[in-house]
């Protein structure tokens, strides 16, 4: 029997002929002669080097910790930074309520007053006759003069594009045309000609319908930008408020991890950034509530009750120039009331003295109220509404006089002397003078309390929170020495 054959070798490849060098060999040849290459390596990426690292360090002890220091000290520079940014923005706005817009307000206030008062003025010396007493006269161009200065300030303070600089410009416009007008009112009432009693109702027409709506305008303009101060300076920092729990209670955990490991109660560079924490967390929570209770105080017991008085006192002022003017038309204007001609400024004199009010109804019934007690600012109200009561009554008399055809009787008893409802509106006035002075006084102080209550905040709780970051550092430093 024929035995198992043999196993049959593996072809080799052709061989070139002897003496043929391997540059003159097929490039097949080459290729078969040369070992298969390797495929090249993926290059990985920085990033992900850098990951696989933190991961391989983060399963041993010092490269936790590491990432536990770095994490407090973010937390706690964080806190410190949102803190003193915060806190700024509202210190500013508190700062800018006390400073700016409410002087701004109370200046607008102002010009619509001395608009007001000139144009009382006016009609007064005009009911003098051609002998205007000196004193109407002063009064006049004071009140002309002080709305001059004032809306220059406003102009300074308005920008260029608010609706404050169109009511400022409209005014400084007008302004001129209407003390051209009064001029030539008062030239012609020297005269004796009827001519001056037109021109000064075509001034008190644009006082009234164009240059106290302006003044209206600007006056609301600064209020809603007081109001817009409050609102950035009164809420709290809840942003800041929320890192600060954060980072407290990241030290915390930690401490309380460092202590599960070691044994030891106290690290002193994590108790240090604790501390500093908790102090610029209280700081922040107590000083804020503080600031915010005081600017609350200052808008409740101050603002609203200069934005009433400011309102009663521009009331009376109108009404007591539409009371004027009552006896300077003699009827020339008349306005329909349920189907019956009226003068129409005794209309008006009547519409606004209802608006005033008493002590318990209208501005004046509001401002006691706000007042909630005070002498200081309850006292002068209520002597102005007294003497309101008081000037209604004269007033009657004298609308019975002009009634019954005695025009200088009447013309005695609103700017007489002695027992004229002019007297009555001086004491009206003064009075509510007195009553912004004292609760301007009450809104400084509040507002000053308020503002107060953030001074030093913002620094001091940067400087803690860099001290607080340094702790927690050398804290955790401490930790990993124990490893070298």
């Given at each position: 029997m024929p035995g198992p054959s043999a196993p049959t070798p593996p072809a080799a490849p052709p061989q070139p002929p002897p003496g043929v060098p391997p540059a003159r060999r097929s490039p097949t040849a080459q290729a078969a002669a040369q070992p298969a290459a390797q495929p090249a390596a993926k290059r990985r990426t920085a990033w992900a080097e850098g990951t696989d690292r933190l991961r391989a360090a983060a399963t041993t002890e010092p490269g936790r910790l590491r990432i536990i220091g770095a994490v407090l000290a973010a937390l706690v520079i964080g806190f410190g930074a949102v803190t003193t940014w915060q806190m700024t923005d509202r210190s500013a706005?508190?700062?800018?309520?006390?400073?700016?817009?409410?002087?701004?307000?109370?200046?607008?206030?102002?010009?619509?007053?001395?608009?007001?008062?000139?144009?009382?003025?006016?009609?007064?010396?005009?009911?003098?006759?051609?002998?205007?007493?000196?004193?109407?006269?002063?009064?006049?161009?004071?009140?002309?003069?002080?709305?001059?200065?004032?809306?220059?300030?406003?102009?300074?303070?308005?920008?260029?594009?608010?609706?404050?600089?169109?009511?400022?410009?409209?005014?400084?416009?007008?302004?001129?045309?209407?003390?051209?007008?009064i001029e030539r009112a008062r030239a012609n009432n020297r005269q004796g000609l009827p001519l001056g009693g037109a021109y000064l109702r075509y001034a008190n027409d644009k006082m009234q319908t164009q240059m106290l709506p302006a003044?209206?305008?600007?006056?609301?303009?600064?209020?809603?930008?007081?109001?817009?101060?409050?609102?950035?300076?009164?809420?709290?920092?809840?942003?800041?408020?929320?890192?600060?729990?954060?980072?407290?209670?990241?030290?915390?955990?930690?401490?309380?991890?460092?202590y599960r490991r070691t044994n030891r109660v106290f690290n002193p560079g994590l108790l240090a950034a604790t501390a500093a924490g908790t102090v610029v967390l209280l700081w922040l929570v107590i000083g804020h509530t503080f600031a915010r209770s005081g600017l609350n105080e200052s808008?409740?017991?101050?603002?609203?009750?200069?934005?009433?008085?400011?309102?009663?006192?521009?009331?009376?002022?109108?009404?007591?120039?539409?009371?004027?003017?009552?006896?300077?038309?003699?009827?020339?204007?008349?306005?329909?009331?349920?189907?019956?001609?009226?003068?129409?400024?005794?209309?008006?004199?009547?519409?606004?003295?209802?608006?005033?009010?008493?002590?318990?109804?209208?501005?004046?019934?509001?401002?006691?109220?706000?007042?909630?007690?005070?002498p200081g600012g309850e006292n002068p109200v209520l002597d102005a509404a007294e003497n309101v009561g008081v000037w209604k009554e004269r007033h009657e008399v004298a609308r019975e006089s002009d009634d019954s055809g005695d025009y200088q009787g009447a013309l005695n008893k609103v700017i007489g002397a002695k027992g004229a409802t002019g007297e009555c509106f001086d004491n009206v006035d003064a009075a509510l003078d007195r009553a912004l002075a004292h609760e301007r006084r009450e809104f400084e102080q509040a507002a000053e309390d308020g503002r107060g209550a953030m001074r030093g905040l913002p620094v001091g709780a940067a400087v803690l929170a860099v001290l607080g970051a340094g702790g927690a550092v050398l804290g955790i430093g401490r930790r990993l020495s124990e490893y070298r």
């Amino acid at each position: 029997m024929p035995g198992p054959s043999a196993p049959t070798p593996p072809a080799a490849p052709p061989q070139p002929p002897p003496g043929v060098p391997p540059a003159r060999r097929s490039p097949t040849a080459q290729a078969a002669a040369q070992p298969a290459a390797q495929p090249a390596a993926k290059r990985r990426t920085a990033w992900a080097e850098g990951t696989d690292r933190l991961r391989a360090a983060a399963t041993t002890e010092p490269g936790r910790l590491r990432i536990i220091g770095a994490v407090l000290a973010a937390l706690v520079i964080g806190f410190g930074a949102v803190t003193t940014w915060q806190m700024t923005d509202r210190s500013a706005a508190a700062h800018d309520v006390l400073y700016r817009s409410q002087p701004l307000s109370d200046d607008a206030a102002a010009i619509y007053r001395s608009l007001a008062d000139a144009n009382t003025a006016a009609s007064s010396g005009f009911l003098a006759g051609g002998q205007e007493p000196a004193a109407v006269r002063d009064r006049y161009e004071r009140d002309i003069e002080r709305a001059s200065e004032k809306l220059a300030k406003a102009a300074s303070n308005a920008g260029s594009t608010s609706s404050s600089a169109a009511a400022v410009g409209k005014l400084n416009e007008l302004l001129p045309e209407y003390t051209g007008l009064i001029e030539r009112a008062r030239a012609n009432n020297r005269q004796g000609l009827p001519l001056g009693g037109a021109y000064l109702r075509y001034a008190n027409d644009k006082m009234q319908t164009q240059m106290l709506p302006a003044a209206e305008k600007l006056y609301k303009a600064e209020n809603a930008r007081l109001s817009s101060d409050y609102a950035k300076a009164e809420p709290y920092p809840w942003f800041a408020i929320a890192l600060g729990v954060a980072a407290l209670a990241a030290l915390a955990w930690t401490q309380r991890r460092n202590y599960r490991r070691t044994n030891r109660v106290f690290n002193p560079g994590l108790l240090a950034a604790t501390a500093a924490g908790t102090v610029v967390l209280l700081w922040l929570v107590i000083g804020h509530t503080f600031a915010r209770s005081g600017l609350n105080e200052s808008y409740d017991d101050g603002v609203r009750s200069l934005n009433v008085l400011n309102d009663a006192r521009i009331g009376s002022l109108k009404a007591r120039g539409n009371e004027n003017l009552t006896l300077v038309s003699r009827g020339a204007e008349t306005t329909e009331v349920k189907g019956e001609s009226k003068d129409k400024f005794d209309v008006s004199y009547r519409a606004l003295m209802k608006r005033l009010g008493d002590k318990d109804s209208g501005l004046l019934g509001e401002a006691v109220a706000l007042a909630d007690g005070d002498p200081g600012g309850e006292n002068p109200v209520l002597d102005a509404a007294e003497n309101v009561g008081v000037w209604k009554e004269r007033h009657e008399v004298a609308r019975e006089s002009d009634d019954s055809g005695d025009y200088q009787g009447a013309l005695n008893k609103v700017i007489g002397a002695k027992g004229a409802t002019g007297e009555c509106f001086d004491n009206v006035d003064a009075a509510l003078d007195r009553a912004l002075a004292h609760e301007r006084r009450e809104f400084e102080q509040a507002a000053e309390d308020g503002r107060g209550a953030m001074r030093g905040l913002p620094v001091g709780a940067a400087v803690l929170a860099v001290l607080g970051a340094g702790g927690a550092v050398l804290g955790i430093g401490r930790r990993l020495s124990e490893y070298r």
